[in-house]
């Protein structure tokens, strides 16, 4: 047991509520938060679990989470503090396909993942997701293949830069030929190691996967790189915003920068620190890891 303060359910609760799910009938809609076999819940049954679950069979609880028809979301195992929540990950996937709940929550109040159980295993997150965020995860379907079948050319980032650049005076049919072409308007075509290094991630989506790393020395373009990937998932409804992380508030200023030459008007960059009321309205949102860390630990 972590201490005397272990409350796993009131911060679970809480976690619930601060997302938008219900224990009880409200203003806002119906309970949808409900236990096996669609049981709503009482607040005797609440305080009868005992903050740390400590009143339950084996120091956890079910919950299954509905949509607004009543069908299965989600399904929640909340675990008492001392116990991390991916030990009964597989107990929870059997009973989410029972259900036919596509996502599961695995938390003990400190610690969360969310787990779709179409794409892969559980991942981290900070908050539970509300049931429109879930909801929107659910109706999302991203189109691997036309990623893997998408034309990735040298000049895969100069067609956003300037669409017609082939037929405008100076152009001489070739890199080669146009040098000072291409740096008076600074175009930027891709070298050949990275239209490979794209290929290769273009052929992983293939396989199946879903992750990727690049490793690449000081010097050779990785944000130009990066900005091709990111083309290439936006473009294909792979994804539908993109969060770029650095680690110095120097870079930040950087790949905003180059990422607003390479890829508007057809994506808008925001820099996070500076759009923090409409950072949603960006399809690129470029901040430090320091900034997500603040933002976190403010939130808690």
Same mark, same amino acid.
């Given at each position: 047991?972590?201490?005397? !303060?272990?409350? $796993?359910?009131?911060?679970? *609760?809480?976690?619930?509520?601060?997302?938008?799910?219900?224990?009880? =009938? @409200?203003?806002?809609?119906?309970?949808?938060?409900?236990?096996?076999?669609?049981?709503?819940?009482?607040?005797?049954?609440?305080?009868?679990?005992?903050?740390?679950?400590?009143?339950?069979?084996?120091?956890?609880?079910?919950?299954?989470?509905?949509?607004?028809?009543?069908?299965?979301?989600?399904?929640?195992?909340?675990?008492?503090?001392?116990?991390?929540?991916?030990?009964?990950?597989?107990?929870a996937r059997k009973y989410a396909n029972t259900v036919g709940a596509q996502f599961?929550?695995?938390?003990?109040?400190?610690?969360?993942?969310?787990?779709?159980?179409?794409?892969?295993?559980?991942?981290?997150?900070?908050?539970?997701?509300?049931?429109? !965020?879930?909801? $929107?995860?659910?109706?999302? *379907?991203?189109?691997?293949?036309?990623?893997?079948?998408?034309?990735? =050319? @040298?000049?895969?980032?100069?067609?956003?830069?300037?669409?017609?650049?082939?037929?405008?005076?100076?152009?001489?049919?070739?890199?080669?030929?146009?040098?000072?072409?291409?740096?008076?308007?600074?175009?930027?075509?891709?070298?050949?190691?990275?239209?490979?290094?794209?290929?290769?991630?273009?052929?992983?989506?293939?396989?199946?996967?879903?992750?990727?790393?690049?490793?690449?020395?000081?010097?050779?373009?990785?944000?130009?790189?990066?900005?091709?990937?990111?083309?290439?998932?936006?473009?294909?409804?792979?994804?539908?915003?993109?969060?770029?992380?650095?680690?110095?508030?120097?870079?930040?200023?950087?790949?905003w920068k180059a990422f607003t030459n390479y890829l508007k008007p057809d994506y808008?960059?925001?820099?996070?620190?500076?759009?923090?009321?409409?950072?949603?309205?960006?399809?690129?949102?470029?901040?430090?890891?320091?900034?997500?860390?603040?933002?976190?630990?403010?939130?808690?």
């Amino acid at each position: 047991m972590l201490k005397n !303060e272990a409350h $796993a359910r009131i911060k679970i *609760n809480q976690l619930l509520e601060g997302a938008g799910w219900r224990f009880f =009938d @409200n203003l806002e809609g119906k309970a949808n938060i409900l236990l096996e076999n669609h049981v709503k819940i009482t607040q005797m049954e609440v305080d009868a679990w005992g903050n740390d679950y400590e009143n339950t069979t084996s120091g956890s609880l079910d919950f299954l989470l509905v949509d607004s028809n009543n069908q299965p979301f989600c399904v929640l195992e909340a675990k008492k503090e001392s116990l991390h929540p991916l030990v009964a990950k597989e107990q929870a996937r059997k009973y989410a396909n029972t259900v036919g709940a596509q996502f599961i929550i695995l938390s003990n109040g400190i610690v969360h993942y969310l787990w779709n159980l179409k794409n892969g295993n559980p991942k981290p997150i900070y908050n539970f997701p509300s049931p429109k !965020e879930i909801g $929107a995860i659910r109706e999302w *379907n991203p189109d691997r293949l036309s990623l893997v079948n998408e034309p990735v =050319d @040298n000049d895969y980032i100069v067609v956003v830069q300037m669409p017609d650049y082939g037929e405008r005076p100076g152009w001489n049919g070739s890199i080669e030929k146009s040098k000072d072409f291409i740096w008076n308007n600074g175009l930027k075509f891709l070298r050949k190691y990275q239209l490979e290094a794209i290929q290769h991630l273009q052929n992983a989506v293939r396989m199946g996967k879903d992750r990727f790393l690049f490793e690449m020395a000081t010097g050779t373009r990785k944000t130009l790189t990066s900005a091709a990937v990111i083309r290439l998932f936006l473009r294909t409804k792979n994804a539908r915003k993109v969060l770029f992380l650095v680690d110095r508030l120097e870079l930040e200023d950087q790949a905003w920068k180059a990422f607003t030459n390479y890829l508007k008007p057809d994506y808008t960059t925001f820099i996070y620190k500076e759009h923090k009321s409409d950072w949603r309205k960006a399809d690129i949102l470029v901040t430090t890891i320091q900034s997500v860390s603040y933002t976190h630990l403010r939130a808690h």
